[in-house]
């Protein structure tokens, strides 16, 4: 049975080790593995976790079974934009194409009012993510690239009028 709870500082390493292990999963072969490496270092620190773990303005689920991670989203208002920005989404493979996401997702946005927008980021070539996205009604209106040691990293940023 599939519980959700929020997530907390203590849970910090294990959600490290599943966003990496999601991670490997999904872009192995897409991006060479030390590129992998260095953007779960960059962009999954653990300290900026537990910040994240531990701030009210930022919701923080964990999807968990018999223990396990097995998804998590995060999600927060921008500043000064009625704009609710989706900073993750990761569900493990082998729960991918039941539901869950679309459950996570709606956990996320039913957690915050009065946004007029929805914006997220997905890595270019994650062709399944990509796709769940467009089944919601996101549009990709923008990319940005990040540099991870040379190695550029292309981000299509997707939105949606709620």
Known sequence: MIEY???APGDVHRIR???EKVWYATYSGMMPDEVIRKAVDKWFDIHFLAQQSSDPEVFFLLAMEAGEIIGLTTARML????????G????????QGKGLGSILLAKALN???DYQKIRLGVIQG???A???YQRKGFIQTGRETEDIDGYPIVVLIMEINS
């Open 17 to 19: 080790e599943f966003l």
């Open 88 to 95: 993750r989404l990761y569900v493990h493979p082998q729960y």
């Open 79 to 86: 500043d000064n934009e009625n704009t609710l920005n989706l």
């Open 111 to 113: 957690s915050f009012r």
């Open 130 to 132: 990509i796709s769940f």
């Open 126 to 128: 994650n062709h399944q």
């Open 5 to 7: 709870k929020l997530a």
